[in-house]
């Protein structure tokens, strides 16, 4: 993620073209629906200790329900226009209400995981839950490219609009980035099932099997001269697409089992910027992009976007080795001195809502 950002942001644009890095760019393109993946992932892992206390709304859910919707407020925060709320409610246009409500991986998420604790909810047995999860990964692959198809800003205001598609610059939409989360959903129920009868390396061996078929089939499938559908955009919409891309999920987790059973567990520093991904997410995005209340003091500002690959690569490896020493600020400050964590959190969250909600322009 951190390589893949500050490689497009900087990179002269005449290297971008070079075939090399559209091969980069491919796996760089697996970076979002990994950490979507990895959301599932994890959900599961920590949902299933606590499978009964989420069938009712105890503060074990309202405390989860919290800290998602923190979630997608700041993914809110990185598309804000303008520092200054007053502004943007008063001298907002269509177009910079778009930009505030487009849909980025925060967004994905937080709504996805909000989706599933729905169906916890609701739908309080394991199967039926499972069962519902799957239908919408198939639902969600093979009718994202209608879904595309329909400008929902013509029956919806912007923050819903932006939430169905990309047709209005959203990055991550719901249709098709919220699968992959759901796949990983799927992924991590069936291997904690495997992990409990003592057959997990039997799961990772079909995984792996499963995970090329999906990528071959995905090949295959787009070289055919058939089309489903009015509009085929392989890139964005293609359930082609999707499969290779959850295929390629599925082999490269199976990787990681084989060189955990094979390696000693890494050190807890080289673990940190997977701890921390979401503070190592909203930050790296700051420095590198900037946002409303650091437009003009962010790398790609500053740097340009000429740089040579070497220059680029120094960039990469500095902004690297600072989000590996702040995650491990912060990762102290949470585990080692909570109270001064929380007050940072607090102070800071104040800060930013006082200019927000105080400044005129």
Request: hydrophobic share 50%.
């Amino acid at each position: 993620m951190l390589e893949g950002h500050v490689f497009r942001a900087l990179l002269d644009s005449n290297v971008q073209r070079l075939p090399l890095f559209q091969i980069h760019e491919f796996f760089h393109g697996l970076s979002a629906p990994a950490f979507l993946f990895g959301a599932g992932l994890t959900f599961v892992i920590s949902t299933r200790k606590r499978w009964v206390e989420y069938h009712h709304w105890d503060p074990p859910l309202a405390k989860r329900v919290r800290r998602l919707l923190l979630v997608i407020l700041l993914g809110l925060m990185l598309h804000l226009p303008y520092f200054s709320f007053r502004k943007i409610l008063m001298e907002g246009n269509l177009y910079e209400y778009l930009q505030l409500f487009q849909f980025d991986v925060l967004h994905c998420i937080g709504i996805g995981l909000l989706s599933l604790h729905g169906l916890i909810f609701f739908f309080k047995h394991e199967a039926r839950f499972y069962s519902l999860v799957i239908a919408s990964i198939i639902i969600i692959c093979f009718t994202t490219p209608i879904i595309w198809d329909i400008d929902f800003l013509r029956f919806v205001p912007p923050a819903l609009a932006q939430m169905f598609n990309g047709l209005h610059g959203s990055p991550f939409p719901i249709f098709p980035y919220v699968g992959f989360l759901y796949a990983g959903v799927i992924v991590s129920w069936e291997f904690l099932v495997a992990a409990q009868c003592n057959r997990e390396k039997k799961f990772i061996y079909w995984l792996t099997i499963f995970g090329m078929v999906f990528i071959i089939f995905g090949y295959l499938f787009d070289t055919l001269p058939i089309h489903v559908y009015p509009t085929y955009n392989y890139w964005f919409t293609s359930p082609n697409y999707f499969l290779v891309r959850i295929g390629s999920l599925m082999v490269i987790i199976s990787g990681f089992w084989y060189l955990a059973q094979r390696f000693p567990k890494p050190k807890k520093i080289w673990r940190l910027l997977g701890i921390e991904s979401l503070f190592v997410y909203v930050l790296h995005l700051l420095i590198l992009y900037g946002s409303a209340f650091n437009a003009s003091e962010n790398l790609q500002l500053v740097l340009g976007n000429n740089l040579t690959l070497i220059q680029t690569t120094g960039v990469f490896v500095g902004l690297f080795i600072l989000m590996l020493v702040s995650a491990m600020l912060w990762n102290y400050l949470k585990e080692n001195h909570n109270n001064i964590y929380r007050i940072i959190q607090l102070l800071g969250s104040g800060i930013f809502l006082y200019f927000l909600f105080s400044r005129d322009y």
